[in-house]
């Protein structure tokens, strides 16, 4: 477990499922090794993209007689695939169903990757101040040791996820300084430390295709094609040229193709509508809100996800219709049939 362990927060996904496969073989069914195995192999799974088959492999467990930390990555990979699905219900019952194992659980080097899961859900619920102590616990541990590269890595890459998604550009370079120091001496780290300075210059508005698509392609190479996909995703979403935009679409697009059967999509990553003119799913969900009257802050907070990302999923609605005004894109909605859900 610990191999494997050491082989995720390095990205080497493939040497973490073949020792875990070795391992599974030569265990009986239901000891508290095979269910160790068997949740590192489903976190395998569920960061490689394969969400199937890390759902398959959880919901076969019996979390009743485990011990707290194997808990914790329970809890961890519930709300990790209800994040990457976009199951706004799963990922509030999730969140719910880890409080009781985050009320007791004391951080240690073994936990930090449900941790960082936890943490990426508190934001997107609006409660990170139930997980603020630990994350604090966690930064403290790295510190004393030194900020090990190998086990500090992950959780900073999840640093600059929590502070693009609380919307905080300042906390982020933090993480971002600790990622380039242990790029110095771990190639994973370095492509974190790539993909991190791609997220800052999207945030700030800077949208250079070229940049972007090799920062997603390098978190593609280390093991995370998830969050690849993610942030071509969202630097296409705020692109205000239309060429950059379906480029970016494409990349991510093209990291998911692998795993993206029944696997759903996190709110920054989108898929191109089938027919010019159409909407994809989220952005659907966004126009019948939209014409039922709700603030960007008010979608935002039914659909777990920023204001400003609203701001930009209603700017390429726009464009895909060809609206020229809000009063003509909300004519337009209504004639497609948006916004008769509430009225009826």
């Not at 899961?117 to 004393?144: K, N």
């Not at 949208?207 to 996909?229: C, F, K, Q, Y």
Request: hydrophobic share 45%.
């Amino acid at each position: 477990a610990i191999t494997a362990l050491a082989a995720l927060h390095c990205g080497e996904l493939a040497h973490a499922d073949a020792v875990l496969a070795r391992a599974r073989e030569a265990e009986q069914p239901g000891c508290v090794t095979a269910n160790r195995h068997q949740l590192l192999t489903a976190w395998t799974s569920m960061v490689r993209g394969d969400l199937a088959a890390a759902q398959s492999r959880l919901d076969v467990l019996d979390a009743a007689s485990m011990r707290q930390r194997d808990l914790l990555f329970v809890h961890g990979l519930r709300v990790g695939l209800a994040r990457r699905t976009g199951d706004n219900a799963a990922l509030l019952q999730a969140w719910a169903g880890a409080q009781g194992v985050l009320a007791e659980y004391s951080v240690d080097l073994l936990s930090l990757l449900p941790l960082g899961e936890l943490w990426l859900t508190s934001i997107r619920v609006g409660e990170p101040a139930r997980i603020t102590h630990l994350v604090e616990d966690a930064q403290s541990l790295l510190r004393t040791l030194g900020e090990p590269a190998m086990w500090g890595s992950a959780l900073h890459w999840y640093g600059v996820q929590a502070s693009i998604l609380a919307e905080c550009p300042a906390d982020l370079m933090p993480h971002a300084r600790a990622l380039g120091e242990a790029a110095k001496v771990s190639t994973y780290a370095s492509g974190l430390a790539t993909a991190g300075r791609a997220w800052l210059r999207v945030l700030q508005g800077d949208i250079d295709a070229a940049s972007v698509e090799d920062a997603a392609r390098t978190l593609d190479r280390i093991g995370l094609p998830w969050d690849g996909a993610r942030l071509a995703g969202e630097a296409a979403l705020r692109a205000s040229d239309t060429k950059v935009a379906t480029t970016l679409l494409q990349v991510a697009r093209a990291l998911r193709q692998p795993t993206s059967a029944g696997n759903g999509t996190d709110s920054a990553v989108v898929s191109s509508p089938s027919t010019p003119g159409s909407l994809t799913d989220r952005e659907a969900e966004v126009a019948e809100l939209l014409v039922q009257g709700l603030t960007y802050r008010e979608i935002g907070s039914r659909l777990y996800i920023s204001a400003k990302t609203i701001e930009h999923h209603v700017a390429r609605i726009r464009r895909r219709l060809g609206a020229g005004s809000r009063s003509e894109l909300l004519s337009m909605l209504r004639a497609m049939g948006h916004g008769y859900s509430a009225d009826s």
